[in-house]
Nanobody
Framework: QVQLVESGGGSVQAGGSLRLSCAAS????????MGWFRQAPGKEREFVVA????????LYADSVKGRFTISRDNAKNTEYLQMNSLKPEDTAVYYC???????????????????WGQGTQVTVSS
């Protein structure tokens, strides 16, 4: 059974940092394209960052570029999202997602992913 479990969310002040984790079971992340999305109250789930299955390419939303970094630890089968210089507008539930694919195109659409975690809440206060 495939499971993605996010953790690491919490409450921080603006300018602070958090590192989110997405632990996978039932699949090897090294074979999957990965993405992080977020959903603020009353808003659609939006794209944050995508990583190709080969770990060669990444794509960040303009709103997080230069502040967020995606990475992977194959030994732990875990994906990470390092978030620095957090802003109140980053407040949302953050989700990781996985897609089994050999295409190098970076996946930015929610409908393109097969597996999702349950989400972890990030709250940034001003």
């Amino acid at each position: 059974q495939v499971q993605l479990v996010e953790s690491g969310g919490g409450s921080v002040q603006a300018g602070g940092s958090l590192r989110l984790s997405c632990a996978a079971s039932g699949l090897m992340l090294s074979n999957y394209a990965m993405g992080w999305f977020r959903q603020a109250p009353g808003k659609e789930r939006e794209f944050v960052v995508a990583r190709s299955w080969s770990d060669v390419s990444t794509l960040y939303a303009d709103s997080v570029k230069g502040r967020f970094t995606i990475s992977r630890d194959n030994a732990k089968n875990t994906e990470y999202l390092q978030m620095n210089s957090l802003k109140p507008e980053d407040t949302a539930v953050y989700y990781c997602a996985a897609k089994l694919t050999r295409f190098t195109r970076l996946l930015t659409g929610r409908e393109e992913y097969d597996y999702w975690g349950q989400g972890t809440q990030v709250t940034v206060s001003s």
